[in-house]
């Protein structure tokens, strides 16, 4: 049995229990719907365009808040590994604001910015920030000694240090901490629309929404929704890009 064989084993046996469940009646219809209900709620979303704007709505706050994201945890993870003061001060305070939970920022945003649009991204940047900060100093301080002294015997000095020795060296564990910046960016996004629903029209709304109408289907719709897109950003961007550098590091099996 291959391994297209076995997924598609699994996945029908999980869809029958799942029905088989459904028609139980342990539950009602509106706490535990049937397959068929999820997917019929799923393509009428499609169809009245609910869903596409939910989509696009969540994706643009995303796209923009990871970006930032990236952009000042990278400088941030460069700056960190290659500073002793900073390692010591700025360094130690992310790694221990990393261990806070995304959710705990959202009263910080509701005080500052209240109920805005610039609250979500202040959510989104701060759910994903830390994860880069900390993946690309570690890949600084992990870059080989050897790698410094013969860039530094070759005159490399400054940027170009930074720009032709060093980031290219921690560039694996950037895109580490950049796939995981990006899924807890999501967390952060689906935290911040839930709590600001009456205005952020994502998928977190749509999630809201199931459940004050009790419409389980909904819910269960959206989050497959939310399933696939983290699975297609995965396959399609994440997943090249590292088998990439990853044979161009040495570093495949």
Known sequence: MNNLTRK???????????????????????????????????????QNGTYLIGIVTSMQRLVIGFGISASIGILSGLAI?????????VGSIALGLQTLPSIC??????????????????????GALLAITTA?????KNTPPLYLRAARNLGAHGWKMYALVIFPAALPE?????????????????????????????????????????DMSRVMAVMLVIIAIGLVVDR???????????????LSG
């Open 136 to 140: 690309t100093e570690a890949g600084v």
């Open 8 to 46: 598609l084993t699994f996945f029908a046996a999980l869809l029958a229990v799942w029905q088989a469940l459904a028609w139980s009646g342990l539950w009602a219809e509106y706490i535990f719907p049937s397959p068929l209900g999820v997917v019929q709620t799923l393509v009428r979303g499609f």
């Open 81 to 89: 590994g290659r500073s002793k003061l900073l390692d010591e001060t």
């Open 174 to 214: 950037i895109i580490t901490g950049m796939k995981l910046g990006w899924s807890f960016a999501w967390r952060s996004l689906m935290a911040a629309e839930l709590l600001y629903a009456s205005t952020s029209l994502g998928l977190g709304y749509l999630l809201n929404m199931g459940r004050e109408l009790n």
């Open 105 to 126: 920022w959202l009263p910080f945003a509701i005080l500052w910015f209240g109920m805005s649009e610039t609250a979500i991204f202040f959510v989104v940047i701060m």
């Open 236 to 250: 399609l961007i994440f997943a090249p890009i590292e088998t990439r550098v990853r044979a161009r590091w040495g």
